[in-house]
């Protein structure tokens, strides 16, 4: 099974960008469709993009759609997840979570995740 590991979160001021990067390792992650998932204090976790295993399908959340961009490099193991144009809203802990192949709009369907990175959008 894929193990992944998040990293670049921090603090930044609305209207700034962050990258945050997901480090895949055990398996194959040409297999793994890819999304990042946030959970903002007291809400629900939801999805915010997801990559299919072959790159062919990629979707963003409303909210973030025009912001955010999802890509994926696969013979480095990573998936990224640029973030511009940020919003104090987008302030969350974000989770790289894995599947095998397809993107499913639940995160619970998810078996694979990391332990999260926070960003905080903060003047």
């Known amino acids: 099974q894929l193990q992944v590991v998040e990293s670049g979160g921090g603090l930044v001021q609305p209207g700034g960008s962050l990258r945050l990067s997901c480090a895949a390792s055990g398996s194959i992650l040409d297999d793994y469709a890819i999304a990042w998932v946030r959970q903002a204090p007291w809400k629900e976790r939801e999805r915010v993009a997801c990559i299919s295993a072959a790159g062919d399908y990629i979707h963003y959340k409303g909210s973030v759609k025009g912001r955010f961009i999802i890509s994926r490099d696969n013979a480095k193991k990573t998936v990224d997840l640029q973030m511009n144009s940020v919003k104090p809203e987008d302030t969350a802990v974000y989770y790289c979570?894995?599947?095998?192949?397809?993107?499913?709009?639940?995160?619970?369907?998810?078996?694979?995740w990391g332990q999260g990175t926070q960003v905080t959008v903060s003047s």
């Open positions: 979570v894995a599947r095998l192949n397809t993107c499913q709009e639940s995160p619970q369907t998810f078996p694979s």
